[in-house]
C-alpha cells in the first residue's frame, strides 16, 4: 500500500508541471479578432485576410468579431475592457488616432489602455465622385469654391480617418464642405451613385471594384506620391495642395496588462502572416502594402497622428464630442 501510494505521489509530481504547461500554453482556445466598422470596408477584409492566415499559423480558430459604430470607438470600448489574455484583441484603424483628437471623452483611453502588437498594413485614400460628374480634383474644388458648404462629401461615419482627410482637404484648399456620415463604405457608394454626395473619400477596397465597373471615377490619391498600386492616380498633392500627404494604416492591439508572452507570441505570428506571400497579395488587390512593424513603433506612429489630426480638428473648427 505504501509503495503504491509513493508511485500515485510521483505520478502526480510528474504529471503536474506538463500539466501547467499545457494550461499555460498560448493559444489553447479560439481567439477572437475585434474590429469596429462595417461589413465589406477595409477593416472588415484586412481583419479576415488576417484570421484566416492566423487560424492556420497559431492551430486554433481566429474568429471576426465586428461591432460596428462610433468610428470605431464601439469595439475600442469592448476590447479595452476584455480580460488581458490574448484572446481578445483588435484590428485598430487610423481613426483610432482620430478618435482620440476628436472625443472630448472617450470609454477608453486610445493609448495607455492598449498594449501595440504590430500594423498591418499601409494605403492612401481615394477621392471619387460619379462617373463623369468631374473631370478632375482641380473642376471640384473650383465648383467648391464657388459655393462654400454646398458640396457633401461622404466618409465612413464621424471621426474615421476618411472624415478628418476630408476635412484637411477643405483646409488645404480654402474652401468648405458639408460632410455627410455613413456606417462604412460600402453606404458612402450607394450615397453618391444616388446623389445624396457629391464624393466620397474612402480606401480602395470601397472605391476601384466600382471604378473599375464604370460607375465612379477616382480623381486622386491622398499619398504625396503617386501609389505604386494606381501609378495613373494623380496626388491631391500635384493638383490641389501641395505636400498633402495622408497615408493611413491598420495594425494589431491587445488590452493593456496583456503578458509579455502573449503579447510576444502575438507579435511573432502576426509577422509570419505577413511575411506570406499569399497574404501579402491579398493585401494589394486591396491597395494596401503590407507593413509590419515592432509594437514600439506603431505606438510612437499612433502618437505622432493624435498630435496631427488634433491640430486638423482645431483648425476646421470641429465641435469635439
Given at each position: 500500500m505504501r509503495l503504491a501510494a509513493g508511485l500515485l505521489f510521483l505520478s502526480v509530481l510528474t504529471l503536474a508541471p506538463s500539466t501547467a504547461a499545457a494550461q499555460d500554453a498560448y493559444p489553447s482556445r479560439p481567439v477572437s479578432l475585434v474590429h469596429g466598422f462595417a461589413a465589406g470596408g477595409n477593416a472588415d477584409v484586412i481583419s479576415r485576410i488576417?484570421?484566416?492566415?492566423?487560424?492556420?499559423?497559431?492551430?486554433?480558430?481566429?474568429v471576426v468579431d465586428a461591432r460596428p459604430g462610433a468610428g470605431g470607438n464601439i469595439a475600442s470600448a469592448f476590447v479595452a475592457k476584455a480580460p488581458a489574455d490574448g484572446y481578445t484583441i483588435q484590428l485598430l484603424v487610423g481613426g483610432h488616432t482620430v478618435s482620440a483628437a476628436l472625443y472630448k471623452k472617450l470609454q477608453f483611453d486610445p493609448v495607455k489602455d492598449y498594449t501595440f502588437?504590430?500594423?498591418?498594413?499601409?494605403?492612401?485614400?481615394?477621392?471619387?465622385?460619379?462617373?463623369?460628374?468631374?473631370?478632375?480634383?482641380?473642376?471640384?474644388?473650383?465648383?467648391?469654391?464657388?459655393?462654400?458648404?454646398?458640396?457633401?462629401?461622404?466618409?465612413?461615419g464621424v471621426g474615421t480617418t476618411q472624415?478628418?482627410?476630408?476635412?484637411?482637404?477643405a483646409q488645404r484648399t480654402g474652401t468648405r464642405f458639408t460632410h455627410i456620415p455613413y456606417q462604412g463604405g460600402s453606404a458612402t457608394v450607394t450615397a453618391l451613385l444616388r446623389g445624396d454626395v457629391d464624393?466620397?473619400?474612402?480606401?480602395?477596397?470601397?472605391?476601384?471594384?466600382?471604378?473599375?465597373?464604370?460607375?465612379?471615377?477616382?480623381?486622386?490619391?491622398s499619398s504625396k506620391e503617386r501609389w505604386s498600386l494606381t501609378p495613373d492616380v494623380p496626388t491631391v498633392a500635384e493638383t490641389v495642395a501641395r505636400d498633402f500627404d495622408i497615408i493611413s494604416w491598420t495594425g494589431i492591439g491587445v488590452p493593456s496588462g496583456t503578458p509579455a508572452?502573449?503579447?510576444?507570441?502575438?507579435?511573432?505570428?502576426?509577422?509570419?502572416?505577413?511575411?506570406?506571400a499569399t497574404?501579402?497579395?491579398?493585401?494589394?488587390?486591396?491597395?494596401?502594402?503590407?507593413?509590419?512593424?515592432?509594437?514600439?513603433?506603431?505606438?510612437?506612429?499612433?502618437?505622432r497622428q493624435i498630435e496631427t489630426w488634433t491640430r486638423v480638428v482645431e483648425q476646421a473648427g470641429l465641435e469635439k464630442r
Open positions: 488576417m484570421a484566416d492566415q492566423l487560424s492556420k499559423d497559431i492551430g486554433q480558430p481566429v502588437i504590430s500594423t498591418v498594413a499601409r494605403f492612401p485614400f481615394f477621392i471619387a465622385v460619379k462617373a463623369g460628374a468631374y473631370p478632375s480634383l482641380q473642376a471640384l474644388i473650383a465648383k467648391a469654391k464657388e459655393k462654400p458648404g454646398g458640396l457633401n462629401f461622404g466618409s465612413a472624415h478628418l482627410t476630408g476635412e484637411l482637404l464624393f466620397i473619400v474612402d480606401t480602395g477596397t470601397v472605391i476601384k471594384s466600382q471604378a473599375a465597373a464604370g460607375v465612379i471615377d477616382i480623381l486622386a490619391v508572452a502573449v503579447v510576444d507570441k502575438l507579435a511573432t505570428e502576426v509577422k509570419r502572416a505577413l511575411a506570406n497574404v501579402q497579395e491579398r493585401l494589394r488587390t486591396l491597395d494596401s502594402e503590407p507593413a509590419p512593424s515592432s509594437g514600439a513603433e506603431m505606438g510612437e506612429l499612433i502618437t
